[in-house]
């Protein structure tokens, strides 16, 4: 808390000064710049388009029998069995019948081009193992766009997705929610307007990394809590100098802005509902503590990932209104991933007002989120659920556009939503079935049947 | 409640038909849609008869059986053999206490069968996905030998492990730190000064070989197979001139770059196992991988294995594995055989046939078996019919009952 007195201390002589002088000539104002490195995305080439005779997964819980999907303007222009012909007239036709159509696959955990293919120990940036906080570092700032990754998940039907930093820290840093188009920079996949994210975790991960040493905290989950609630302290008194300087300011003072700090930013703007918690936390327990958590502080604590055991706290989660994002079965690499089930999502989902997310976290996994949905659905109807397709195809779009923020935009077929949209050569729940053609935005970025529309990146150009 | 009626009807079953198997009474499965992994192909309107634990019968004319169970149409494969994991030497990864492999010290003699632990609960949970015997592979090491392989089957008993010091693993390819040369270079002086020693020991004949010899020289004898890791195409030509020299049974796993040189492989006569989902270049030596290189492999002729190396807790997923092997190229017959007879074949095992006078390792299922849509009807290892019921399970449902009490009640 030391660290903020300076400045506190220059607002207090300021407001005195104040006293003998109201006409002081006020310096500029400082202002944090929210948005340093902006988003250039651009929607590839295109032009209205007509999707025919389709069942399609809208994303809203509906499933339409031989029907049609209308892309004007890189939007979501009507779906449904009965579109007007004026609406249509002039759009390219692309028969869609015996295949399936969903919303673009959303992934809200991945580490793409921070930990990209191949392994090279020169591109493994996705850890900033050096503090417990790293809140002051963006997975932006080690994204690699050539990762070729990136375009075996497109090919997998995966539009958006989220690029965290990884779970080394108690607080590792922000997250960015890319469009998954081909770029050379990273400012030209990254999703317009989408809420930063900020990656916590809780459990095995900290206290390993740090405690193991004996030298740093944490080496409990105590800790780690302890952590937790110092570096919240600290953002609050931040927060706070700031809120002052900024209505000194408005009251026509000459206050002297604090002192930035990259760290209490990024908190600053979890504190203000700006940036969104991404929460690598597996336990039931240590979910409800993080809950609590952000009740102390006075922020939402988000949505929880790798939630193995969100079955356990499934009324919990849904009345605080976190997602859960999960797989359907990684278990037995560490102790808090022991109590897996298969059905975990499906009883995440069960409870009122839920929101279940499958997510991958994996560079192969992220290829197959639909086959991984499959997974939980046979299972879990095997076992007393009554899942639909219709249904769970919310938890890799809708759902996990909801976590991301962006619900607003993607993760639906509804009129005015973004036109992210996937052909499946059959129904997307088989083992057999096949992204055919992947749309962003109304623009065409994958076509199984044509190479022009399968994009190779820089590095596996001319590769032996 | 209906969630529990499943494995409540399973376990009703089990303990029905147990008592009747020990008195050697003969079962009979009708009326099934049998993969038999030979050349018999897919056998329709099938039924097989076994007794003591084999095969005994094959589509009969006449069904004459004790107990008769009928399969209503349903499909009845060879159980699958999972291959090169770690099942039973790995409880939770990262706990070092509960993990059996990786051991530094480890070497050509490294046992797995000494630590293999049936009880595992990745057992019951492999045998959800159709998995009825398995090859365990040994790990670590800081030579490229980490020790050989055994053939466990999983029916949780204490008598599991079926066979000891089968395949020799060796690891080969990039280094962290240091060159490959010098892993391929230790592994021809190994097989050169085991064909020297050989040579001279029968001129002296009373001199008792050292373990590692007997490892040695039953591979230059061709009858002990030796499994190879190595990616990169380089590594791959090496290995098959090794192949030629040594005349030795060997085996190549993972082979990223098998796909460039399937011709050679094929003529070569060398079985690749491989897990069919590696489709990015995971490393500069795996810049090949594809999800078409399982189908390509075999089409040119190569026996393809599919696995899940190195991993002891998602073995259930093999048959994913295969149907995305399909989706992506393979026949359906071989993905069906990669994960049977080939398995069988490659490590010299009496199993994953459905024939006469192999072990009645069987498996129906309610559909296809590659799809996610299907599921176990019923499993059979060694004639005995199987739970398919894990502490996932018994997880699943104590936190779907409902009840006034806290969970810690519900059992």
Redesign the interface.
Known sequence: MSKFAPSLTVIAMSVALLGCNQTQKQDPQVTINKNPYPSTYQALPRSATLLTNATVLTGKGEKLEQANVLMVDGKIKAVGTNIADELVAGATVIDATDMWITPGIIDVHSHLGVYP????DAHSDGNEVTNPNTAEVWAEHSVWPQD??FN?AREGGVTTLQILPGSANLIGGRGVTLKNTPSTTMQGMKFPDAPYGLKMACG?NPKGAYGRKQTVAPMTRMGNMAGYRQAFIEATEYKLAWDKYEADYAAGLNPKAPERDLTYDTLKGVLEGEILIHNHCYKAEEMAMMVDLGKEFNYHSGTFHHAIEG??IADLLAENGNCAAMWP???????EA??????NVA?VDAVKNSCAVVHSDS??TI??LN?ET??I???AN????NLTEEHVISWITSNAAKSLGIAGKTGSLEAGKNADVVIWNGNP??????ADKVFIDGAKVFDRQDDAYRAKSD??LG?Q | MKHFNYSLVAISMLAGLLPALVQADTLAVTNAKIYTSTEQGVLSNASVIIEDGKIIQLNPDVVNADIIIDAKGGILTPGFIGAMNPLGLVEVGQEKMTRDTNDKAADMTFDPSLAFNPKSVAIPFARKGGITRNIVAPGGGETIFSGQTIEVTLTGEWDSVVATEQALFVSLGAKHEGSRIIGMQNLINKLEEGQKALAKSDKDADKTPSKEALIINAVLSGDKPVIAYADRGSDILQLIKLKQRFNIDLVLLQAADAVLLADEIAKAKIPVIMDAMRNLPESFDSLHNSLDNAGKLSKAGVKVVLATPGDAHNNYALRYSAGNAVANGMNYDDAMAAITSNVADTFHLEAGRIAVGMPADMVLWSGDPFEYSSHIEKMWIGGEEQSTESRQDVLRDRYMTKSSMPQAYTK
Not at chain 1, 329 to 335: L, P, V
């Open positions: 293919s191949p392994s090279a070729p990754a075996r095995e079955y356990k079965d990684w278990w037995g690499f560490k102790m022991n109590d897996m089930i298969v059905e009883m560079s192969t290829q197959r086959q499959a997974k659905m046979y299972s095997q076992h007393g659920f729940f088989s083992v057999y079935a096949q590095f596996m590769q």
